[in-house]
């Protein structure tokens, strides 16, 4: 059986508070500092990876492709997806545009993973939150 001690509960309380109220989808959002988000998509050690995964995805690479580049030679990733990750949002960093598309970087303070299981989502609090990146996208609109 399965059990949580305080600090797990405490954190799977907040995982799924944030799951219902932000959950980042790829649309642009306005965050706020501090703000509450749950996110699944593409996050970075850096900025500029992001920037390299995007690109190369636009370029005609499969997101495993563009990952595989990113984190070619490194120990430990430096670029992954698809994991749930509870963050809380700490600024936008800057925006590229790619043709018709506005692509917002974000930096975020990941405070823990949840991870899917046959029994539910299993969340865990990391020991040190750490500062990541990811990405937002909206159709970006003529002056």
Do not use: W
């Not at 949580?4 to 799951?19: E, G, K, V, Y």
């Not at 109220?21 to 509450?36: D, H, I, N, T």
Request: with cysteine; glycine share 6%.
């Amino acid at each position: 059986m399965f059990r949580l001690d305080a600090r797990t509960a405490r954190f799977a309380t907040a995982i799924f508070a944030a799951m219902t109220l932000f959950y980042a989808a790829p649309q642009a959002r306005a965050y706020e500092s501090g703000q509450s988000v749950v996110t699944e998509g593409l996050v970075c050690d850096k900025d500029s990876e992001v920037d390299a995964v995007v690109t190369l995805m636009l370029h005609g690479e499969d997101l495993p492709s563009a990952l595989g580049q990113i984190n070619a030679g490194a120990q430990v990733p430096r670029c992954s997806a698809g994991q749930t990750l509870l963050t809380t949002y700490v600024e936008k960093v800057h925006t590229f545009y790619i043709k018709d598309n506005a692509y917002t970087v974000h930096k975020v303070r990941v405070l823990g993973v949840a991870t899917k299981t046959p029994i539910g989502v299993v969340p865990q609090a990391l020991d040190e939150p750490m500062e990541q990146f990811i990405v937002s996208t909206e159709k970006a609109t003529g002056a």
